[in-house]
């Protein structure tokens, strides 16, 4: 089994930054891929940004340029570092990890619990 647990959101106002942080941990051989989702009230969970194994980035239109996704291979951590925040921006962000637990495992994927992000002035 694997926990993902974030950390590093709450109340920002309009243009300023927030760091998230993911931590995985528990029966972790290699994580392929790393990811932050992010789901508003009444709208379906959407893809932010991911970073796989090899370094990779990949990010939604809506964030290219003031979000920036990091970490993954030494300790098992993603960041999120989100500049120039928003209104738009507020919504719970949830981590995503594609996991092989073992040599021989398939690829599992996780996820967090979810954390507040909330741009208002």
């Known amino acids: 089994q694997v926990q993902l647990v974030e950390s590093g959101g709450g109340l920002v106002q309009p243009g300023g930054s927030l760091r998230l942080s993911c931590a995985a941990s528990g029966s972790i051989f290699s994580i392929y891929v790393m990811g932050w989702y992010r789901q508003a009230p009444g709208k379906q969970r959407e893809l932010v940004a991911t970073?796989?194994?090899?370094?990779?980035?990949n990010y939604a239109d809506s964030v290219k340029g003031r979000f920036t996704i990091s970490g993954v291979n030494a300790k098992n951590t993603a960041y999120l570092q989100m500049n120039s925040l928003k209104p738009e921006d507020t919504a719970v962000y949830y981590c995503n990890a594609a996991v092989r637990s073992s040599r021989l495992a398939g690829i599992t994927n996780y996820w967090g619990q979810g954390t507040q992000v909330t741009v208002s002035s």
């Open positions: 970073i796989n194994s090899g370094g990779n980035t």
